[in-house]
Nanobody, 139 residues
Framework: QLQLVESGGGLVQPGGSLRLSCAVS??????????IGWFRQAPGKEREGVSC????????YYTDSVKGRFTISRDNAQNTVYLQMNNLKPEDTAVYYC??????????????????????????????WGQGTQVTVSS
């Protein structure tokens, strides 16, 4: 139902910045509200959630390792979700993916807000995944 295309990755020095974009296209006529998340996977590591946002009200969640450094935002008119990454560290090196799922169908976790639940579940078959964009932080 959705096509996601990530862009904006590249090679930066530690302390540098990148802005990732996730362009979202709908292929159906269904009107549904979505949660969109940024996930990343480093070589030899499991995929992990980074930040998630609601396409409807803009509510956000960040994993602890990126709080204060990354900012997720949306531009609904452009159907794009951004991840502004500042003060990048070598441990941020990974392939970054965006994923989308209707808010009503994100697997819930009891007692946890839905956007946090999405970012905590990186191996769920969400409705749509992008192809990924490489971020490398190195001197």
């Amino acid at each position: 139902q959705l096509q996601l295309v990530e862009s904006g990755g590249g090679l930066v020095q530690p302390g540098g910045s990148l802005r990732l974009s996730c362009a979202v296209s709908r292929f159906t006529l269904d009107l549904r509200y979505y949660a969109i998340g940024w996930f990343r996977q480093a070589p030899g590591k499991e995929r992990e959630g980074v930040s998630c946002i609601s396409s409807s009200d803009g509510s956000t969640y960040y994993t602890d390792s990126v709080k204060g450094r990354f900012t997720i935002s949306r531009d609904n008119a452009q159907n794009t979700v951004y991840l502004q990454m500042n003060n990048l560290k070598p441990e941020d090196t990974a392939v970054y993916y965006c994923a989308a799922d209707p808010l009503a169908t994100v697997p819930g976790i009891r007692g946890i807000p839905i956007l946090q639940a999405m970012c905590m579940q990186a191996d769920v078959p969400y409705e749509s995944w992008g192809q990924g964009t490489q971020v490398t932080v190195s001197s």
